[in-house]
């Protein structure tokens, strides 16, 4: 009878912390969903507002740029201008051109000039000396004067550094509207300012960690909520960001430690223009705040709740029990003089009571189970503490990372870009250095030199150079990790550092597919090697066993570690050669297979 009252007991206990948990994940889960299609609905709706106002502006901007072109290229005294070889009669006729071409600019802010190429190669112009170095950079980009096009097109974003603004240009053929001709007479040439689209996409609301940026067709930014990425190319970015053009969702991603909404907009009318949203999920979620308040206060009185009366359960039911059990189990091992020391006010009670007058005897006994209790807890406690060690040796990275983060933060406060700098390019280093993946791209080497040239240049007052000959399709082929680091490294500390004027280090990559062979030059153009420090060094890598570090070698010992790591990845066929002259310069080669 008894046995069956302690397993309702239990059962009850089972039911109703079962129940509670449900009920938990039931209000997790309707949270979450509600939240998550909230999120979703507003992302939709706050895109949709900015994307908006951009397309119109950028399309009201197209339209005005294609009639203004169309009505100069259809304009009268502009076509009979063209087709008259008389130099008299075109210069009576130039004082009726001239000023309804400087209407267009007067009544138009953002265009800057207006040029026109005759069928002759004649320049009619209104004889504005502004942008003529980008005038003349697109005639020869464009072939202006030779080729005929048949269609009017963009051209490409330039900048020009005395207005620091960057510039496209509108090129319409013009057709003689007076006599029927396949050829065109000419071409008119807009060029206008994209200061207006930018001042647009400042003018949206979004927070300082939001980016957004419209691109040409060759990938580079011409209007950006960062001003600094102006004329830069998509590709030159940071890697993640680079990689952020394929997305096209309004699911959240984690980029930088903070979560993000993407959009991604394609104009391909205009030059096949693309808009790039990257938005902060705080932008769009800051309103909708206090569902998730909500849910975190029910959640944390469900769990109050639970744990008051699973507490009282405990302590009433399942923790007497378990101790009577655990007690009982010493006393069938002979030990008769120990007694029960259980408080309750229910059926446990009387139990207890029947058992005690049973173990009178037993007092000593019980007290060697709480000696025995009392050192299981401290174990536990000791197991605990190895538990948490273990944890806080994982948090140390994020503890360094949120420090140069704390540093950068403090540069930007103070406006000292070197700070900003050092801290970035070493927060990316460090990431860089410890993660797991042991197999790289050339690229990610590549950046993780440029960030260390950044913070040494900034040392050593933009000492040294990095020159880069290597194909745009090798850029993708595999290489250890931290392999071409450590050997610039050793050039400027050994080669560079002490040399008199700048110091140059350049880097080239060649692929022999007949023998499946990548082979990388590292040059710098310091002081050199000494010959008998050289010659030991040499012995040491041609040798076909793994080297080992001595006194004569210890200035080289990142090659010989390299070297040793590419032997017992690769096998013996590769590795490291090295070549130097004193005062020339030193030269290092690697040798490792093609790995795509």
């Known amino acids: 009878m008894k046995s069956l009252s302690k397993f309702k007991l239990r059962t009850q206990v089972s039911m109703f912390i079962i129940i509670a948990t449900l009920a938990m994940i039931f209000i997790q889960m309707f949270y979450y969903i509600n939240f998550k299609d909230l999120s979703t609905m507003k992302a939709d709706q706050y895109f949709s507002s900015m994307i908006q106002q951009v397309e119109n502006q950028i399309i009201d901007l197209d339209k005005d740029i294609r009639t203004i072109s169309g009505m100069i290229s259809a304009d009268n005294n502009l076509q009979e201008f063209i087709i008259e070889d008389d130099p008299i009669v075109r210069y009576e006729m130039s004082t009726k051109l001239y000023p309804s071409i400087d209407a267009n600019i007067w009544l ?48 490409n974003a330039y900048y020009d550094s005395k207005t620091k603004d ?39 609301p979004i927070s300082p960690q939001s980016l957004i940026f419209l691109a040409d067709g060759t990938d580079k930014i011409i209007a950006s909520t960062n001003n600094d990425l102006r004329g830069v190319k998509i590709t030159n970015l940071d890697s993640h960001v680079n ?71 405990m302590f ?45 005897r037993q007092e000593t006994m019980t007290k060697k189970i709480f000696t025995t209790q009392d050192q299981l807890y401290t174990l536990e406690l000791e197991k605990k503490e190895a538990e948490l060690s273990a944890l806080q040796s994982q948090i140390n990275p994020h503890f360094l990372y949120n420090t140069l983060e704390c540093i950068r933060s403090i540069g930007i406060y103070h406006n000292i870009s070197e700070i900003q700098q050092i801290s970035t390019s070493m927060a990316k280093i460090f990431r860089y250095a410890i993660k797991s993946q042991e197999q790289v791209t050339i690229l990610d080497e590549i950046q993780c ?33 931290m ?53 030991c060094l040499q012995q040491k890598l041609s040798s076909n066993t793994i080297s080992t570090i001595t006194k004569e070698t210890q200035r080289s010992v990142g090659i010989i570690n390299i070297h040793n790591r590419l032997k017992l990845n690769y096998g013996d066929d590769f590795g490291i050669n090295i070549d130097s002259h004193l005062g020339e310069g030193t030269s290092i080669y690697l040798q490792i297979p093609i790995l795509r």
């Open 243 to 313: 990689l952020l053009s394929s997305f096209n969702n309004t699911e959240p991603i984690k980029y930088d430690y903070n979560d993000y909404h993407i959009k991604f907009v394609e104009l391909p009318s205009i030059n096949n223009w693309y808009l790039q949203f990257l938005i902060s999920k705080s932008d769009i979620t800051s309103d909708m705040l206090p569902i998730v308040h909500n849910g975190i206060i029910i959640t944390v009185a469900f769990t109050i709740l639970i744990l008051f009366f699973g507490i009282r359960m």
């Open 449 to 481: 030199i440029e960030d260390y040239l950044r913070i040494m240049n900034i040392r050593f007052m933009d000492k040294f150079n990095l020159i880069l000959h290597i194909e745009a399709e090798h850029y993708s082929l595999k290489i250890n990790k």
């Open 108 to 155: 138009n802010n953002y265009i800057r000039t207006i040029q026109v190429i005759d069928y002759k190669n004649r320049i009619i112009s209104n004889n504005s000396t502004e942008l003529v170095v980008i005038f003349n950079q697109m005639i020869n980009d464009y072939d202006l004067y030779n080729t005929d096009y048949k269609r009017p097109f963009y051209t």
């Open 483 to 535: 392999v071409l680091q450590p050997i610039v490294e050793n050039a400027i500390y050994h080669g560079l550092e002490n040399i008199i004027g700048k110091g140059t280090i350049t880097i080239d990559a060649t692929v022999d597919e007949t023998i499946q062979c990548l082979s990388l030059e590292v040059k710098d153009n310091g002081k050199g090697i000494e010959p008998e420090q050289l010659t």
């Open 316 to 360: 009433n039911i399942a923790w007497p029990i378990s101790k009577i059990t655990s007690q009982l189990k010493h006393i069938g091992d002979g030990h008769y003089k120990a007694r029960l020391k259980v408080t309750s006010n229910n059926e446990l009670g009387i139990i207890v009571n029947d058992i005690n007058n049973m173990l009178s």
């Open 166 to 204: 960057y510039y496209l240009a509108y090129i319409n053929p013009i057709y003689n509207k007076f006599q029927y001709n396949k050829k065109p007479i000419g071409k008119s040439i807009l060029i206008f300012s994209t200061s207006l689209i930018h001042s647009t996409i400042n003018a949206l």
